[in-house]
């Protein structure tokens, strides 16, 4: 008999582990073909799954799906889900039960669930879908659970949310009492946050106004939340100095530019690459833009490069940047395919959960054996390639339709190597777009500002075509710049 939990990876030693002939399932070599079918599916799947099989819902998961119920690893492992999801079960039973009846599939979106999973009852939130698994005879054995976690996203959303709307009640405020009035009940609106709040203010002090606050029992104390408190903070102090014009504006890009560097998270760094990103802001104006960058290994270990822009310059164009970077990284991660593949399934997915909006991005894989780099350009500023020799080679490729469109449209993919030393240049049009110029001059500009900056880091550059490029912008600027290092 072949071994059913040989693709159980490192849950292996822990599938071997239960005794499973005593248990409502028996013994494995009595297993129904249909669970060991439905079992070996959900052991090869890279999206987080679980199996909840017969009338007690015994759970068989997969590795991805371990991280989501922390601590209730490995016992949950065998055990049924009514005495494993005991603090939710009101919430999740009734659709198990559902489905376990013949009810059809469900599908559930950001659903909130108060789950005990690392000691204490934590706010979660997750996306995911119960279907049925039947026998040869048609009868429904089983329930399988397609999930993914959304916490981050939905609370990330809810505090990014509030502070639009604490900024945007703060904008006309003329007194530190107005202040006051209008910040509590913004606040107020989000107790999940912000249990407890007050608001101190004292004019003698020279900020003026302080936030006091209990934390959450049910979020993670973590720099996440501090950070959120401390931007509220912020928006306090600025909020009292809102009577002179010239301040709100200052107070204002300030914390647009907080915000939107908060979505953006560090590259990864793999061997023999150096990877350097810089993200900076319009000089004029002080609405949030859309211009993002993303790198981070792949499972096969390629490093996926991204660098997109989203139309617009404001708070919904961050948001939807903040959609499609997320989307672009979990299907990048989840679908073994060429970088045109993706890109296509990312307009399959904007058009689905109704992000509307139009972006352009490129995404590149470099494989780091044997360093080629494939990419496909969505409408996207060219990359430039800065060979080890000081000359620079425009990555031109096809001019493709944006992201967002709703037109049919084939992508493409297109590759090149890179040899030690070597580098590429990704950018959004800020850095070489200008009111009195093209962009034809611009990149023109750019070309030779690379010639012969060979000898430059990653870093080095990245720091080189800011001073260049970065004075007197009209829009934001991203780059990213990966280095094959020297042998």
């Known amino acids: 008999m072949i071994d059913p939990f040989d693709a159980a990876g490192p849950l292996r030693a822990e599938y071997l582990g239960v005794d499973w002939a005593a248990g409502p399932l028996g013994p494995v070599s009595t297993w129904s073909p249909a669970l060991l079918g439905a079992l070996d599916l959900m052991l090869h799947s890279r999206s987080a799954a679980t199996l909840l099989w017969g009338p007690e819902f015994v759970m068989l998961y997969n590795a991805a799906y371990v991280d989501m119920i922390g601590d209730k690893h490995p016992a949950a492992l065998g055990a049924s889900a009514r005495q494993v999801f005991a603090e939710v079960w009101a919430d999740i039973g009734p659709m198990l039960e559902s ?11 950001d659903m909130r669930l108060l789950m005990s999973r690392h000691g204490y009852l934590e706010e979660t939130y997750f ?18 659970d397609i999930a993914s976690e959304t916490t981050d996203q939905v609370i990330a959303r809810r505090r990014l949310e509030l502070l639009v709307r604490l900024n945007d009640r703060l904008t006309d405020v003329t007194s530190t009492q107005q202040l006051v009035e209008q910040a509590l009940e913004v606040l107020r609106s989000d107790p999940a946050d912000l249990p407890g709040v ?11 106004v302080g936030l006091l606050t209990e934390l959450s029992p049910n979020l993670r104390d973590d720099e996440a939340y501090r950070g959120f408190l401390r931007l509220i903070g912020t928006a306090l102090v600025h909020g009292r100095n809102r009577v002179a014009e010239r301040r709100l504006a200052t107070s204002e890009r300030e914390l647009a530019e907080a915000l939107q ?13 150096e990877v350097a990103v810089r993200y900076r802001p319009a000089a004029v104006g002080a609405e949030v833009g859309g211009d993002w960058y993303d790198a981070f290994q792949l499972p096969g270990g390629d490093l996926a490069v991204a660098v997109g822009d989203v139309t617009g310059h404001d708070r919904e164009a961050a948001a939807a940047m903040s959609q ?9 991660y989840a679908l073994p395919a ?6 296509s399934a990312l307009d399959d997915a904007m058009a689905g959960l109704a992000v509307d909006t139009l972006a352009t991005v ?14 496909s350009n969505a409408g996207h500023m060219p990359p430039l390639l800065l060979t080890p020799r000081g000359e620079v080679r425009l990555l031109q490729a096809r001019s493709e339709m944006l992201l967002g469109s709703r037109l049919p449209v084939q992508r493409s993919s297109h590759h090149a190597d890179l040899d030690p030393g070597a580098m590429v240049v990704f950018y959004t049009d800020g850095l070489i777009e200008r009111r009195d110029q093209g962009l034809d001059i611009g990149l023109e500009r750019l070309r030779d500002t690379l010639k012969g900056r060979q000898h430059l880091t990653a870093d080095q550059l990245c720091d080189h075509l800011s001073e260049e490029f970065g004075d007197n912008t009209e829009d934001d600027i991203v780059l990213t710049v990966i280095r094959h290092r020297p042998e």
């Not at 489905?99 to 979106?109: D, F, L, S, Y």
């Not at 560090?266 to 023999?272: D, F, G, M, W, Y």
């Not at 499609?324 to 299907?331: A, M, S, V």
Request: aromatic share 6%; charged share 15%; no cysteine.
């Open 338 to 343: 060429p970088p045109d593949q993706v890109l």
């Open 261 to 273: 560097r908060s979505l953006l998270g560090r590259p990864a760094q793999p061997e023999h690459l």
């Open 198 to 208: 007050r608001i101190v203010a004292d004019a003698a002090q020279t900020d003026g």
């Open 127 to 144: 996306t995911f879908s119960y279907s049925s698994v039947r026998g040869s005879g048609g009868a429904i054995e089983g329930v399988i």
């Open 362 to 375: 490129v995404l590149a894989y470099v494989n780091l054996a044997t360093h080629r780099m494939v990419w």
């Open 324 to 332: 499609i970077r997320n989307l672009l990284r979990g299907i990048a």
């Open 99 to 109: 489905v376990r009846a013949g009810g059809g599939a469900t599908w559930t979106e």
